[in-house]
């Protein structure tokens, strides 16, 4: 064997090694980094009329932490944001890298008394970005003003099932179950959380949140306690 032949096949091996001991190294640092939550929405993941620190995502996430769970939940929740406005900011959002992001849109359409079948078109829009971007998507549902009567009701209440169905991503189906229309968990306008009610918005989402990260860990090779 010639000494040039030897020196190929030892190089060979080096970088055979080297490619082992990089993928490995990849691994370890996948199952060790802090899985990244957005949360795309508008003032009630914003924490209208709140110190940042009293709005449920970072409720939540304290609630995470407490838990063991080692996961950073980014607001991207923009006070007045339709789902329009949601989706022109899919590719900003996106150079946060996101793991996963939970969509919380449409109170503000439906307040505007925007077409259903448009909302559902644009929300619909958002997922199949996020999915292109191979990013995970929850969504959280909403449903309409009662006085915007029972046709419209049913049409808009039901758009989150039907993208849910047809998208198969987890769906929590109203993201204010527990606080709506109860005046001692909102503030005055009636409509956006107090301290109490954004604490019991975390609360609810938490099982729901804390199922589907063991999902994900598991569609990922992750440990479902990260």
Do not use: C
Not at 20 to 37: D, N
Not at 125 to 147: D, S
Not at 150 to 176: I, S
Not at 178 to 183: E, K, M, N, R
């Amino acid at each position: 064997m010639s000494v040039s032949t030897g020196y190929g096949r030892f190089a060979a091996a080096i970088n055979s090694l080297a490619a082992v001991l990089l993928l490995f190294i990849s691994a370890a640092h996948a199952q060790t980094a802090p899985i990244k939550l957005a949360i795309l929405g508008d003032s009630l993941t914003a924490g209208y009329g709140l110190h940042p620190e009293e709005a449920y995502p970072a409720k939540l996430q304290a609630a995470l932490k407490a838990e063991g769970r080692d996961v950073t939940i980014l607001n991207q929740g923009v006070s007045g944001d339709t789902s329009a406005g949601g989706l022109d900011r899919v590719d900003w959002m996106l150079g946060d890298k996101p793991d996963i992001v939970m969509i919380e849109l449409g109170a503000n359409d439906a307040l505007r008394g925007t077409d259903p079948a448009v909302t559902e078109r644009t929300i619909a829009e958002i997922i199949e970005k996020l999915q292109a971007a191979h990013v995970t998507v929850w969504l959280a549902g909403m449903m309409a003003p009662r006085n915007l009567g029972p046709q419209y009701v049913e049409a808009f209440d039901g758009l989150y099932k039907r993208l849910a169905d047809k998208y198969k991503v987890p769906l929590y189906p109203f993201l204010l179950d527990g606080v709506a229309q109860d005046a001692a968990l909102n503030q005055a306008d009636g409509i956006h959380p107090n301290v109490k009610g954004a604490a019991i918005v975390a609360q609810r989402l938490l099982p729901f949140v804390n199922k589907n990260l063991d999902d994900y860990a598991a569609s990922v090779h992750r440990p479902p306690r990260p």
